[in-house]
T-cell receptor, first 117, second 115 residues
Framework: AQSVAQPEDQVNVAEGNPLTVKCTYS??????LFWYVQYPNRGLQFLLK??????LVKGSYGFEAEFNKSQTSFHLKKPSALVSDSALYFC???????????????FGTGTQLKVEL | DVKVTQSSRYLVKRTGEKVFLECVQD?????MFWYRQDPGLGLRLIYF???????EKGDIPEGYSVSREKKERFSLILESASTNQTSMYLC??????????????FGPGTRLTVT
């Protein structure tokens, strides 16, 4: 079965510094990978996805993610963090088409990002 | 923009009550989903539906049922609420062509407390 792991419950970064939120995955077949963000008291919002093509994908709010097949990772990055980036970030992987779950997503446990002045 | 609305932001119910959580989307999406979100556990899929009157169990369906009589509406039902169902419930929808079908749009959530 497919799964994603987010090894860090919380990441603390100073404003202006680069940030990385880690995600590793386990799937059978080609991975479809996603990042979502949840700002305080708001629903989840789609940030970006990797389906195929360039290993570096760009998304909303200046975020990007790097797909690394050999390390089975899909880390979220931003060159310069803002206080307003503070939120809960979820990595997700598409379900297996083989078991009829192709439209489902399996989410990680989430990483709380805190950006401080 | 896709809009997914949920009937309540906060709900307090007593143990044993029947609870209905309603979700409506306005983008004619085929797929709709119900998740619960708990600290440290992330989002867990309860049920999903890929068409009217069609439903499939997710990872944690026990104690829940769903109804989808119209394409835009997906209801989650707790037949007899229990305290361990106190949680944040999130509804989502997805649809469209190609890879867009995997982008899910979420409602604001319903925080349910069962006392």
């Amino acid at each position: 079965a497919q799964s994603v792991a987010q090894p860090e419950d919380q990441v603390n970064v100073a404003e202006g510094n680069p940030l990385t939120v880690k995600c590793t995955y386990s799937v059978s077949g080609n991975p479809y990978l996603f990042w979502y963000v949840q700002y305080p008291n708001r629903g989840l919002q789609f940030l970006l996805k990797y389906i195929t093509g360039d290993n570096l994908v760009k998304g909303s709010y200046g975020f990007e993610a790097e797909f690394n097949k050999s390390q089975t990772s899909f880390h979220l990055k931003k060159p310069s963090a803002l206080v307003s980036d503070s939120a809960l970030y979820f990595c997700a992987v598409r379900g297996s088409i083989l078991t009829g779950g192709g439209n489902k997503l399996t989410f990680g446990t989430g990483t709380q990002l805190k950006v401080e002045l | 923009d896709v809009k997914v609305t949920q009937s309540s932001r906060y709900l307090v119910k007593r143990t044993g009550e029947k609870v209905f959580l309603e979700c409506v989307q306005d983008m004619d999406h085929e797929n709709m989903f119900w998740y619960r979100q708990d600290p440290g556990l992330g989002l867990r899929l309860i049920y999903f539906s890929y068409d009217v009157k069609m439903k499939e169990k997710g990872d944690i369906p026990e104690g829940y049922s769903v109804s989808r009589e119209k394409k835009e509406r997906f209801s989650l039902i707790l037949e007899s609420a229990s305290t361990n169902q106190t949680s944040m419930y999130l509804c989502a929808s997805s649809g469209g062509e190609g890879a867009r079908i995997y982008e899910q749009y979420f409602g604001p959530g319903t925080r349910l407390t069962v006392t």
